[in-house]
């Protein structure tokens, strides 16, 4: 458990560490983009190119948290994350894209993965 | 639903709001639940886990800051990861903007408006705000978000008191909303084989940099890498057609 700031530290210390640690290094960046986006055309290729990088950085993220999962989610086997996040989008390519049809089979996956593979 | 151009502005932020609750808001509110949980194993009040949903508004850097306060790590190092894994913002906020500003607009508006920038508003607002009359895509934007955040920080709060009292698939099943709604809501928005292939690329070579890369550069590197090759692949074909 990472201790408070010893000088800071009081009783409204976690909601501190929230807005310092967490909120500031996150809305920095959406308030940056507000500034950068001035003067940019819906379709300019520049905006084409960031909305495919921010596209990639998603699909990064997912692989991180399947790969690397936080918390209880680490129950689960490599195997059974993988299937749950392969099972939802073979739904979304198989079903034209029924959304909630999606998550409730890779959701199924992983609660039945666990169930069957994990010790817990 | 679509939206006229000659609807008062409290009935498009009804649709906005129905549309969120249609189902996108009820996905990010049952994957925030695994926040309040988070922030209940780390000790913090209830209050920060709420406040988390509503003023950081991201579910990964959520899960990094208390998953990194559970393990141990400095402070420094906690909002610098952080601040990685919301790189993503500044490209995702640039490419929706263009959507929501209107002449004469404040940058105080404007500001707000980006704070509700994360995947499903920006996945569900690229799709759907150009079909809609560009004087009224603020207040149906708003309505949208606004309903995706009153649930989620419903969830949070549940998620504080009820996740322990889960047994250990469900409660593994709720924070794996996140990643398997990520997903979801990247497929549902493919348009081109450019998308498929930034969607693709950035699943594929995020672990590899995780493993070659690391320091918390490692996501922004394999979004670069992903992204670029998927735009270059985009302008060929267009240029081919």
């Given at each position: 458990m990472t201790q408070p700031i010893a000088l800071l530290d009081g009783p409204f210390w976690p909601y501190l560490a929230l807005i310092l640690f967490a909120v500031l290094p996150t809305e920095i960046w959406r308030w940056l983009a507000v500034g950068l986006a001035r003067g940019l055309d819906t379709d300019s290729p520049l905006l084409e190119w960031v909305r495919m990088v921010a596209t990639a950085l998603l699909a990064g993220i997912v692989a991180k948290l399947i790969v690397s999962p936080p918390g209880v989610?680490?129950?689960?086997?490599?195997f059974v994350r993988v299937a749950a996040i392969g099972a939802a989008a073979a739904v979304m390519a198989l079903t034209r894209r029924r959304m909630m049809l999606a998550v409730l089979t890779g959701e199924a996956v992983l609660v039945g993965g666990v169930f069957l593979f994990a010790k817990f | 639903m679509s939206v006229s151009a000659d609807w008062s502005w409290p009935r498009v932020a009804l649709a906005g709001a129905r549309d969120a609750l249609m189902l996108p808001a009820w996905i990010v509110g049952f994957g925030l639940i695994g926040i309040g949980s988070l922030a209940h194993d780390v000790g913090y009040p209830v209050g920060v886990a709420?406040?988390?949903?509503?003023?950081?508004?991201?579910?990964?850097?959520?899960?990094?800051?208390?998953?990194?306060?559970?393990?141990?790590?400095?402070?420094?190092?906690?909002?610098?990861?952080?601040?990685?894994?919301?790189?993503?913002?500044l490209p995702m906020t640039m490419a929706i903007m263009?959507?929501?500003?209107?002449?004469?607009?404040?940058?105080?508006?404007?500001?707000?408006l980006s704070h509700y920038v994360a995947v499903t508003a920006w996945t569900e607002g690229l799709r759907r705000l150009p079909g809609i009359p560009p004087h009224q895509r603020v207040v149906y934007f708003l309505g949208f978000a606004n309903a995706c955040m009153v649930v989620s920080s419903i969830g949070t709060f549940s998620?504080?008191?009820?996740?322990?009292?889960?047994?250990?698939?469900?409660a593994a099943g709720l924070l794996c909303l996140t990643p398997i709604f990520f997903l979801v809501s990247l497929t549902a928005g493919l348009r081109h084989l450019a998308d498929v292939v930034a969607v693709a690329l950035g699943l594929a070579l995020a672990p590899l940099c995780e493993r070659f890369i690391g320091g918390g550069f490692d996501l922004i590197v394999s979004g670069l890498i992903a992204g670029s090759i998927a735009f270059l692949i985009g302008r060929r074909r267009k240029a081919a057609a």
């Open positions: 989610l680490a129950a689960a086997p490599l | 709420v406040l988390s949903t509503i003023l950081v508004w991201a579910g990964p850097s959520q899960v990094l800051f208390f998953a990194s306060i559970a393990a141990g790590a400095a402070w420094s190092a906690i909002a610098i990861a952080v601040g990685f894994a919301s790189l993503r913002f263009p959507l929501l500003r209107r002449p004469g607009q404040s940058v105080w508006q404007q500001l707000l998620g504080y008191y009820l996740l322990g009292a889960l047994p250990t698939p469900f």
